[in-house]
């Protein structure tokens, strides 16, 4: 039976994770991904999508780095300087511990400035609520405070999930080296320090922006560290640090290269191989919101590193149950063909303004995919870095 039918007609949209072989350096990740399918799901079916986490891509590439390859770096493109401020970092033991622990231990730099925001970092990591600061008669876009002026008014923060408070965590990590400024008006930044690294990863233009306009000179940003090779090191030209994670022995794993390349040559190989066309791409983290701690899901520059042209785009929906209700004197059959009517006009015309396209807000199809498959995939043992999605594009 095919695996998107049942005995009555088409099943909807499946999601099947994938199990692989650990993953490791030097490893032929096109033919394990393509082989672990074979071996669980039997086959392809015509315009199947199969989603690679960009994480196996990139150990698969031994796209790694060191601490003392950030400090190489952090010492050449900050040259001669002996003090560092870090704007805007994310709350994360993951994603910017390691990177903070590297800075901090560059030889040369005596002194690094933390500048994080509040009431929560760029993704929804929350130190206080909106409500608390009202309460205190705080002006959040101009009110700057030390540690010990944050703790006076609104006590020691602790993270929803962890129970962690990520600026004692920070403190720690830089072992009595770094001040932390509880801020979100970077045009202050200037006045601690002349040499900014940015750390904001969706708002890093506005960020630099802003510095640049109040005067700031020597400003980049965490793409722009490790975007290329230190001593025969890892490195990713377009997001440099952006999207790394923690790896053992204070290494970090960066983003992975030439994806393009990567999702192509699956894609051909399944047609060489299978006569199937499928398409394929590498996902990041998913674009979801958590509805108890309020953090945007989105740590990774980008929710995709490469797709397959069937893939870029929008969905072509229109909303069924309306069409349904419109219609309710007509039977089943007639319904279903003003369905198929109203869906071809949508996709032959684009227009997303019709009322039988009202709450199908047509986000980007990579967008959809990469939030399904991180879902689907989970971010701790399961094993299953290979996503195939059926059904999707039916």
């Avoid at 405070?145 to 703790?151: D, G, R």
Wanted: hydrophobic residues 35%; contains cysteine.
């Amino acid at each position: 039976m095919n695996n998107n039918q049942n005995e009555t007609g088409y099943l909807g949209v499946v999601s099947h994770g994938i199990k692989t072989p650990i993953i490791e350096p030097g490893d032929d990740l096109k033919k394990i991904v393509i082989d672990s399918i074979i071996d669980q799901a039997g086959h392809f079916n015509d315009k199947d999508i199969i989603a690679v986490t960009e994480a196996v891509v990139a150990i698969s590439q031994n796209n790694f780095v060191t601490p003392e390859d950030i400090q190489i770096d952090i010492s050449n493109k900050f040259h001669g300087a002996t003090e560092l401020a870090i704007v805007d970092p994310i709350q994360s033991r993951n994603r910017f511990m390691q990177i903070l622990k590297a800075i901090v231990k560059t030889p040369v730099l005596k002194k690094v400035y933390i500048f994080m925001t509040y009431p929560c970092d760029e993704v929804g990591n929350r130190f206080i609520s909106e409500e608390s600061i009202m309460e205190a008669g705080i002006n959040p876009y101009k009110d700057v405070f030390s540690v010990e002026e944050f703790y006076n008014i609104f006590g020691e923060p602790k993270h929803e999930f962890t129970g962690k408070n990520y600026i004692k965590e920070y403190q720690n990590a830089c072992e009595g080296k770094a001040e932390i400024i509880m801020c979100n008006d970077f045009s202050r930044v200037k006045e601690y320090c002349e040499n900014i690294l940015v750390c904001s990863i969706h708002r890093k233009e506005m960020t630099k922006r802003i510095l640049k306009n109040s005067g700031a000179k020597n400003v980049l940003d965490l793409s722009e560290i490790m975007n290329t090779s230190i001593n025969g090191s890892g490195f990713n030209t377009n997001y440099g640090l952006y999207g790394s994670n923690m790896m053992a022995e204070g290494k970090l794993k960066l983003m992975p290269r030439d994806c393009e390349k990567f999702v192509q040559e699956i894609q051909e190989e399944v047609k060489r191989k299978y006569n199937v066309n499928v398409e394929v791409m590498v996902y990041g983290d998913g674009a979801f919101k958590d509805p108890v701690g309020g953090i945007w899901e989105l740590a990774d520059p980008t929710t995709t590193l490469g797709a397959t042209s069937g893939l870029i785009g929008t969905p072509k929906e229109v909303k069924l149950k309306y069409l349904a209700s419109l219609h309710k004197d007509k039977s089943k059959e007639e319904i279903e063909a003003i369905i198929a009517k109203e869906k071809e006009a949508r996709i032959s015309s684009g227009d997303i303004t019709g009322v039988a396209s009202l709450g199908t807000t047509p986000r980007r199809l990579t967008d959809l995919l990469a939030s399904l498959s991180d879902l689907t995939t989970g971010s701790g043992d399961r094993q299953t870095p290979v996503v195939l999605i059926s059904g999707y594009l039916k």
